[in-house]
């Protein structure tokens, strides 16, 4: 079994995050990066970050889209561990059960945010991080163009991750 660094299984601890959690969702745990960019601020206006070759290319397929009038923004980019624990714990104080949240939020060091390749997209009249975004010209865009530059979606539906179908959040495959 995979040993967690003390600082995420501590978050973990904190949590109750079950230690098969690993196992039963096959995601990877991710290292801090170490050279995040900026890549400018997200539809709340805060500054987002990627790791320096995802960024180059987020712009790129950006500026490329806008040439087509199609307008892909920002929700989530990087994302460390406590931002991602800080996500957890709203919802476990709404009352939801740990396993229900992890259906729908990584588990921190499990997050594809916290590798610094992976955001969240939405467009202009569609709600952040809803599925109504797969109705949009800008998901038809990228499910049509983006592996040009690298982004795939990473939790299609019927994902083997126990994640819930996610068609506004892309990673960049290094």
Same mark, same amino acid.
């Given at each position: 079994? *995979? +040993?967690?660094?003390?600082?995420? %299984? /501590?978050?973990?601890?904190? $949590?109750?995050?079950? @230690?098969? =959690?690993? #196992?039963? !969702? ?32 987020? *712009? +790129?397929?950006?500026?490329?889209? %806008? /040439?087509?009038?199609?307008? $892909?923004?920002?929700? @989530?980019? =990087?994302? #460390?561990? !406590? ?92």
């Amino acid at each position: 079994m *995979l +040993e967690l660094p003390s600082q995420i %299984q /501590e978050i973990h601890d904190r $949590l109750g995050i079950s @230690s098969n =959690y690993i #196992s039963r !969702s096959s995601l990877p745990c991710f290292d801090i990066p170490t050279d995040l960019v900026s890549i400018g601020e997200d539809v709340y206006g805060r500054p987002q970050q990627l790791r320096k070759p995802a960024a180059e290319k987020w *712009l +790129e397929m950006v500026e490329w889209a %806008q /040439e087509q009038e199609v307008e $892909l923004k920002v929700v @989530s980019a =990087y994302r #460390s561990a !406590s931002y991602q624990e800080g996500l957890i714990q709203r919802h476990l104080a709404r009352g939801e059960s740990i396993e229900s949240i992890l259906t729908r939020v990584a588990a921190p060091g499990f997050s594809e945010h916290q590798s610094g390749l992976a955001l969240d997209v939405t467009s202009p009249g569609y709600k952040a991080v809803e599925q109504v975004f797969e109705e949009s010209r800008a998901f038809s865009w990228l499910t049509a163009y983006a592996d040009r530059f690298g982004f795939t979606m990473s939790f299609p539906k019927d994902n083997p991750h126990g994640v819930i179908y996610e068609p506004w959040h892309w990673c960049y495959q290094i």
